[in-house]
């Protein structure tokens, strides 16, 4: 078939960041990038903006979401947090791994009480690591004893260790958090950086093809999709390369 004519088809493992700030905004880039992009991110940007009206959308319109609130705080407010978006339907939830084992223990046990009570399925708990935004310089400034990559591993097995899903870290340290944590472990990778796109503020990077080939589950690409010239022709490029190499 002539690679034009191809049709590539929506993957859950290609998460898109709707990092805009209004509901508009949002409606109009899912309606434009329509059956190509199956799970949507929403983050803070979007979320304090527009709130849950925005989840309700992309469920009305059968996407996944992955509300990316980086919740960081007491183990009783955390786990009560969880429990109020996960009434919300949502599929992936974050938590600051920095919060600690009885923060992100509460977190795991409330999204399961919750969806319980609702009869539906419970979402999964990421633990976010290292931002992907750092780089070792960076990272020192704010104290960070260890090489990044130490202490991405840390973290990840304190996450695995407190019974949430996974972690979000960079594909830069996927594969050794693959090595500790086995096949079952989510490894959500944004810092994702497609040849035709440009860094931006992430310093920890690789290309769709070298996330997968080094062990992330799921890719969170925003801007080289939403800040496109072509936002469809951008996803259907990383769709592509994902079909050819994960
Ligand atoms: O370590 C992290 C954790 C979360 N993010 C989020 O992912 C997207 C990436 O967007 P790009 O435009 O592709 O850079 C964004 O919503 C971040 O909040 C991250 O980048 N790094």
Same mark, same amino acid.
């Given at each position: 078939m002539d690679e034009k004519e191809e049709v590539y088809t929506a993957d859950d493992r290609l998460i898109v960041a !709707? +990092?805009? +700030? #209004?509901f508009d905004k949002m409606k109009e880039l899912v309606d434009e990038l329509g059956d190509l992009v199956s799970y949507y991110k929403v983050g803070m940007e979007l979320y304090y903006s527009a709130g849950s009206e925005t989840i309700h959308y992309l469920k009305e319109h059968g996407k996944k979401v992955f509300l990316d609130l980086k919740l960081h705080d007491i183990p009783n407010t955390v786990g009560h947090s969880v429990a109020s978006v996960t009434r919300l339907g949502v599929n992936l939830i974050t938590v600051h791994a920095g919060g600690g084992r009885a923060m992100m223990q509460a977190a795991a046990r409330y999204a399961k009480i919750t969806a319980d009570e609702l009869g539906v399925e419970r979402p999964k708990i990421l633990a976010v690591t290292v !931002?992907? #935004?750092? +780089?070792d310089q960076g990272w020192q400034e704010v104290g960070?004893? !260890?090489?990044i990559q130490d202490h991405v591993l840390e973290l990840a097995q304190l996450a695995k260790d407190s019974g949430v899903d996974g972690v979000v870290a960079s594909p830069r340290e996927a594969s050794s958090i693959r090595k500790m944590a086995g096949n079952d472990f989510l490894i959500v990778t944004p810092g994702i950086r497609p040849s035709f796109a440009q860094t931006d503020d992430q310093k920890r990077i690789a290309t769709p093809s070298e996330a997968f080939k080094d062990g992330s589950s799921m890719l969170v690409i925003g801007r080289p999709i939403t800040?496109?010239? +072509?936002p469809c022709a951008a996803a259907r490029l990383i769709l592509k390369e994902i079909k050819e190499n994960a």
């Open positions: !709707l +990092d805009v +700030d #209004s !931002l992907t #935004s750092f +780089d960070g004893h !260890l090489p800040q496109a010239i +072509d």
